[in-house]
């Protein structure tokens, strides 16, 4: 679970902001109301959902963007070449040139977490990793390029990971090195490796055929109740995986010859749907299910996952093809959940309700003067009370991140 993450000189990001997930003491009674939206772990109360609301081009999305660029370093760059471009680019009027940095504080079990790194387009200047084994900080690693090239002056080492120094002599200036000892088979890197790769989810698309048939086998009588929440009529849904002919033809160099359609074949999953009108009747799910009840059907697949995991999901506009309704179901199975959290952006205004989403979970994403993102919550506004109307207040401009159009130019048309 996510504790905080701070980001720095990433896309319109400039000046470093922060998301933090620690519940604030909030003594209200519209708070108490709301206090499944939270969970306590070793004592500290955390925020089960955040959303993130801003004017377009504001820079919200790049809040998530920026997540996603850092997390997918963890387990890709162990991979990279020396000719590889980090996925990101600093902030361009005034952040060339200078560092772009992570940080995030994430829980593992019971154990606490402080990872952090800085880096250029190019290179990897900086990284560090802590953890709180026993409740008291304690360094695994720092690392400092800049004091290179001796990878003993570079690295410093507490007796955590065995033998050390041989990773950091097979991690180059554009890996990470938690990428690399995990790579290497060391415990705590794997440990960190292992919950962004398996346990930070960035999005709630991406599965292959068989995982998707594993998660709908094993979740089948929750997406039905899914599906009818949704106002679906199916009943009932099979998967099983086919061998059906490729629809293109092969060239084989072994045999020198051109492979038909019928010569090769491939395991495809077939997901079979039946409706209440005739339950006899079977659908074809992939042609003849509407593209929202497929997207809604995956969607689904992975957010149920994530909640009975108590994983973290990375959502940029929540809303995007979503009825409302659909919005504030998904965030209620969050705040049902044990600890799965869900970091989103929306526009959705009708969340903006204080019987709905506490003070400290709604975030706002404002474009400052110089044209960079500034990050910050509705709980910072101390003269805000639960018991006002959020939705009006935001749309009448009292916590800034909307659009501010020119009237004038209604002269045009």
């Known amino acids: 679970m996510v504790l905080e993450i701070r980001l720095g000189n990433f896309f319109s990001i400039n000046e470093e902001v922060v998301l933090d997930m620690k519940a604030a003491n909030l003594q209200t009674k519209e708070s108490k109301d709301l206090l499944g939206n939270t969970f306590v ?27 996603r660029a850092c997390v997918q370093m963890v387990f890709e760059s162990h ?16 952040g060339i040139g200078k560092p772009s940095h992570f940080y995030i504080r994430f829980m593992i079990g019971d154990v606490e977490y402080e990872y952090s790194f800085s880096l250029t387009n190019t290179e990897i200047i900086t990284e560090d990793l802590y953890y709180y084994p026993n409740g008291r900080k304690k360094l695994v690693f720092a690392r400092d390029e800049r004091r290179g090239p001796d990878k003993k002056n570079i690295y410093e080492f507490r007796s955590v990971i065995r033998r050390p120094l041989d990773v950091a002599a097979n991690t180059s200036n554009k890996t990470l090195f938690v990428s690399r000892a995990s790579q290497m088979d060391r415990d705590v890197a794997k ?38 929440a949704a106002d679906s009529d199916i009943i009932d849904i099979q998967s099983q995986h086919e061998l059906k002919s490729l629809t293109t033809a092969v060239f084989d ?8 359609r019928d010569d090769i074949q491939k395991p495809q999953l077939k997901i079979t749907t039946f409706h209440r009108n005739n339950p006899e009747v079977a659908f074809d799910f992939y042609t003849e299910e509407s593209s929202g009840t497929q ?38 199975l969050f705040h049902q959940s044990e600890s799965a959290q869900l970091i989103f952006s929306t526009h959705n205004t009708n969340l903006l309700n204080m019987k709905k989403l506490r003070k400290d ?14 990050l910050y919550s509705l709980f910072d506004y101390k003269d805000f009370r639960e018991n006002m109307d959020a939705e009006k207040a935001y749309l009448q401009g009292r916590f800034d991140a909307i659009p501010y159009i020119d009237e004038s130019s209604n002269a045009l048309m």
């Open 295 to 332: 997207e809604f059907f995956h969607m689904m697949l992975t957010i149920l996952n994530i909640i009975k995991n108590n994983k973290v999901l990375l959502i940029d506009e929540i809303s995007m093809g979503l009825h409302v309704n659909l919005v504030e179901y998904i965030l209620n």
């Open 253 to 260: 160099s072994q045999s020198n010859r051109l492979l038909s």
């Open 191 to 228: 440990d960190v490796f292992r919950y962004f790769n398996e346990r930070f989810i960035l999005n709630y698309l991406g599965y292959n055929s068989y995982s998707i048939a594993s998660l709908l086998n094993s979740n089948k009588d929750i997406i039905l109740k899914v599906l009818k």
């Open 41 to 67: 772990r070793n004592g500290e109360r955390l925020l089960k959902t955040v959303a993130i609301y801003g004017a377009n081009a504001s820079g919200k999305s790049n809040i998530i963007k920026a997540i």
């Open 361 to 374: 979970q709604v975030y706002f994403v404002n474009k400052r003067d110089d044209g960079s993102s500034d």
């Open 79 to 94: 991979n990279y070449n020396e000719n590889t471009i980090f996925a990101f680019t600093p902030f361009k009027f005034g």
